[in-house]
């Protein structure tokens, strides 16, 4: 058996391990959380091989979709495969958020719609976006009633992400997701930390718990935060009473999760535990799928670089090699790297596990002038807020 993060305190979660979003139901009761230049339909197209779940975008800003930017486009794009489709928003304007779910629903490209209310990046929060946003109560509701207004046209369901709040003395989860609810979206995810923690500590679990017992069974409710195994899964679920999580961070250079998740879900104690020939294996196909995403080699094996650490972490590689594979230019290049590793080297166990991606110290949160002052937005700052949306995602 593999080296988990978190023993599970009960054997299993709740008995179903489907999840209904609206309309849509799900075998598994997993979604893959949005990730600025990582869940591009590469990525998802190589989890979806290993395991079932709900696959969602990387997040586009609600006013680059309206005005139909390329790369929002691209961003927003599905192949025929991926159902359903799920597409991530960040938006600070309830006009331009209409827009731009009417535009996703009138136009048939997206079966499930998810709004970010957890980035906690300072580029965005000192906008008033993100986790800074729900602060304002009467924004968020705005926002979020509009989106599922528009929404409904087409039956399209709306969730939305979140994080706790602000900091430890300005939390909004509870009161969101409230609000959230009673305007008719059909899932809400949680991230247990703030804005403050941004990816630092341990996620605050007890958070989610708190949350599920305030909204209850009226709507699903989605756990995020430190999930690096099936076996963290599993003790969320029975810790917290949720209806299921949202895999962030735990994924990165190991889509074999999804299929862990499966198996433990369904009560099987099978696990990926890859040798490092699969890994180079998977390493290539991600390689190649890339490169088919971005209709350019070049461009994407150069996006296969960031992942390159991700999934060798752990494994014997080498210094000079990773360093390698770190610049790889061509795919033919990419697979003489390959070549070199000992395909023999089997699972290194909790080297492999744990912890990965982003890890942060807690900062204080940059936050427009005045921001705490009041909990109702003041319209003058609408040009502020405006600022937020210039960039193609809020991520």
């Known amino acids: 058996m593999s080296v988990i993060s978190r023993a599970p305190e009960t054997a299993s979660p709740k008995p179903e391990t489907a999840l209904r979003i609206g309309p849509i139901e799900l075998s598994s009761p997993v979604v893959l959380a949005p990730m600025a230049g990582i869940t591009n339909t590469a990525f998802r197209r190589l989890c979806r091989e290993y395991g079932a779940g709900l696959y969602v975008t990387e997040m586009v800003t609600t006013r680059a979709l309206v005005e139909r930017n390329p790369k929002t486009m691209r961003i927003i794009h599905h192949e025929p495969y991926e159902t359903p489709r799920s597409v991530q928003l960040y938006g600070v304007d309830p006009v331009t958020m209409g827009q731009a779910v009417r535009m996703l629903v009138e136009e048939d490209r997206a079966d499930h719609i998810d709004l970010n209310f957890g980035c906690p990046v300072p580029k965005v929060t000192r906008k008033g976006g993100g986790s800074a946003l729900p602060w304002k109560q009467d924004l968020f509701k705005s926002i979020v009633t509009t989106a599922v207004t528009e929404a409904a046209r087409r039956d399209v369901p709306v969730t939305v992400k979140m994080r706790k709040g602000i900091d430890a003395d300005h939390t909004t989860f509870l009161d969101a997701a409230e609000t959230a609810r009673n305007a008719g979206v059909a899932a809400v995810a949680l991230h247990g930390r703030t804005a403050a923690d941004l990816y630092s500590g341990t996620a605050d679990w007890d958070a989610i718990a708190r949350l599920k017992d305030h909204l209850g069974d009226t709507v699903p409710v989605l756990g995020n935060g430190d999930i690096f195994a099936a076996e963290d899964a599993l003790d969320m679920m029975a810790k917290t009473g949720c209806d299921g999580v949202v895999i962030g ?120 002038e005045g921001w705490l002052d009041s909990r109702i937005f003041d319209p003058s700052g609408k040009s502020l807020l405006s600022e937020a949306e210039l960039d193609i995602s809020g991520g």
């Open 249 to 368: 961070r735990g994924c990165q250079g190991r889509p074999w999760l999804f299929g862990d998740l499966a198996n433990a879900l369904n009560g099987s104690d099978e696990r990926h535990r890859p040798g490092l020939a699969e890994v180079a294996r998977a390493v290539y196909k991600h390689g190649e799928y890339l490169v088919d995403h971005f209709e350019d080699e070049f461009l994407g094996v150069r996006d296969l670089r960031k992942h390159i650490a991700w999934y060798f972490k752990g494994y014997p590689v080498g210094g000079e090699l990773r360093s390698q594979l770190a610049m790889v230019a061509s795919l033919e290049e990419l697979a003489g790297l390959l070549d070199q590793l000992d395909k023999t080297a089997p699972y290194p166990g909790e080297a492999a596990e744990g912890s990965r991606g982003r890890t942060t110290r807690p900062k204080k949160p940059h936050l427009p």
